[in-house]
């Protein structure tokens, strides 16, 4: 199937899911997931493996309701993207409930990082602070040329200026220094180059020390949020925290380690809704081997 092809099938998808009611399309992903975990998959494996490294306390039933949790909620949140990427500013306002620690403002005097983490609502939140104020976006630029064309217009349709990671570094310190603030997300495997491995559940993770260098640079203070799922079919929760406190400190592995620490805290709240099935620990420490073996 030709990219050009394989982008309207799936934009009139996701279009046709944001035409249906919320409570329908949760409802829909759930149901699917429910039925794919039932399947051997790569994708299972990958958030086995991750549940019993980073629970190794829970027992195999405690691990296996978990993960059937977590697989309902991922494949839910492929559902909930059509609403997100393609339903009105109205709608989302109405699905999402906002808490905020800090004042928030189209221009920040000072520089201001918007530290996100792959929680399954993630999508959610980013749009709905798009729609109310000005911000710029880091995003991965994907191998599939049509998801990426539909997620980078779609992400950016309230105004998002999107900045691809690699891109000039003179690019966004600009973005900051102008007083708009940029959401990025740094909780996955990147690769080794500007990493540290620092622990995360105990275990030692390839962790991005792109956030403290940027903070450092820019005199950018660096404030987590974090997007749930509400219960119910009620729609979603972004919450703004504090910025983090003393932060950058001036050792890059440090910083890596205080951002693992913050986000365990927020897992443990909602384990069910982090986005376990990616290869967090995909590179490991020199002379150890793949755990997705």
């Given at each position: 199937?030709?990219?050009?092809?394989?982008?309207?099938?799936?934009?009139?998808?996701?279009?046709?899911?944001?035409a249906?009611?919320?409570?329908?399309?949760?409802?829909?992903g759930e149901?699917l997931?429910?039925?794919l975990?039932?399947?051997?998959s790569?994708?299972?494996?990958?958030?086995?493996?991750?549940?019993?490294?980073?629970?190794?306390e829970?027992?195999?039933?405690?691990?296996?309701?978990?993960a059937?949790?977590?697989?309902q909620?991922?494949?839910?949140?492929?559902?909930?993207?059509?609403?997100?990427?393609?339903?009105?500013?109205?709608?989302l306002?109405r699905l999402?409930?906002?808490?905020?620690a800090i004042?928030?403002?189209?221009?920040?005097?000072?520089?201001?990082?918007?530290?996100?983490?792959?929680?399954?609502?993630?999508?959610?939140?980013?749009?709905?602070?798009s729609?109310?104020?000005?911000v710029?976006?880091?995003?991965?630029?994907?191998?599939?040329?049509?998801?990426?064309?539909?997620?980078?217009?779609?992400?950016?349709?309230?105004?998002?200026?999107?900045?691809?990671?690699?891109?000039?570094?003179?690019?966004?310190?600009?973005?900051?220094?102008?007083g708009?603030?940029?959401?990025l997300?740094a909780?996955?495997?990147?690769?080794?180059?500007?990493?540290?491995f620092?622990p995360f559940?105990?275990v030692?993770?390839?962790?991005?020390t792109?956030?403290?260098?940027l903070?450092?640079i820019?005199?950018a203070?660096v404030?987590?949020?974090?997007?749930?799922v509400l219960?119910g079919?009620?729609?979603?929760?972004?919450?703004i925290?504090?910025?983090?406190?003393?932060?950058?400190?001036?050792?890059?592995?440090?910083?890596?380690?205080?951002?693992?620490?913050?986000l365990?805290?927020q897992?443990?709240?909602i384990p069910?809704?982090?986005?376990?099935?990616h290869?967090?620990?995909?590179?490991?420490?020199?002379?150890?081997p793949?755990v997705?073996?």
């Amino acid at each position: 199937m030709n990219h050009k092809l394989q982008h309207a099938l799936t934009a009139g998808l996701l279009r046709a899911l944001a035409a249906l009611p919320y409570g329908l399309v949760a409802r829909s992903g759930e149901a699917l997931g429910r039925l794919l975990y039932r399947l051997p998959s790569k994708r299972k494996r990958i958030l086995h493996t991750n549940l019993r490294l980073c629970f190794p306390e829970k027992t195999d039933q405690q691990r296996d309701n978990l993960a059937r949790a977590t697989f309902q909620h991922v494949i839910r949140s492929y559902f909930e993207r059509g609403v997100q990427w393609y339903g009105s500013a109205t709608t989302l306002t109405r699905l999402t409930e906002l808490h905020s620690a800090i004042e928030l403002a189209d221009v920040y005097e000072q520089p201001t990082i918007f530290l996100g983490f792959h929680f399954t609502a993630i999508e959610a939140g980013c749009m709905y602070y798009s729609i109310h104020h000005e911000v710029a976006s880091l995003y991965t630029p994907m191998s599939n040329r049509a998801a990426e064309n539909i997620s980078r217009t779609q992400r950016s349709r309230f105004g998002t200026e999107m900045i691809p990671r690699g891109s000039s570094a003179r690019q966004t310190l600009s973005v900051l220094k102008s007083g708009k603030p940029i959401m990025l997300a740094a909780d996955m495997d990147f690769g080794l180059r500007d990493s540290v491995f620092v622990p995360f559940f105990g275990v030692q993770a390839c962790t991005l020390t792109a956030v403290s260098r940027l903070a450092k640079i820019s005199g950018a203070r660096v404030v987590p949020f974090v997007t749930e799922v509400l219960p119910g079919y009620r729609g979603y929760k972004l919450r703004i925290f504090e910025p983090l406190q003393n932060y950058p400190c001036g050792d890059v592995k440090a910083d890596a380690l205080l951002t693992n620490q913050f986000l365990e805290a927020q897992i443990q709240n909602i384990p069910e809704q982090y986005y376990w099935v990616h290869r967090r620990f995909k590179r490991r420490p020199e002379g150890e081997p793949s755990v997705y073996q």
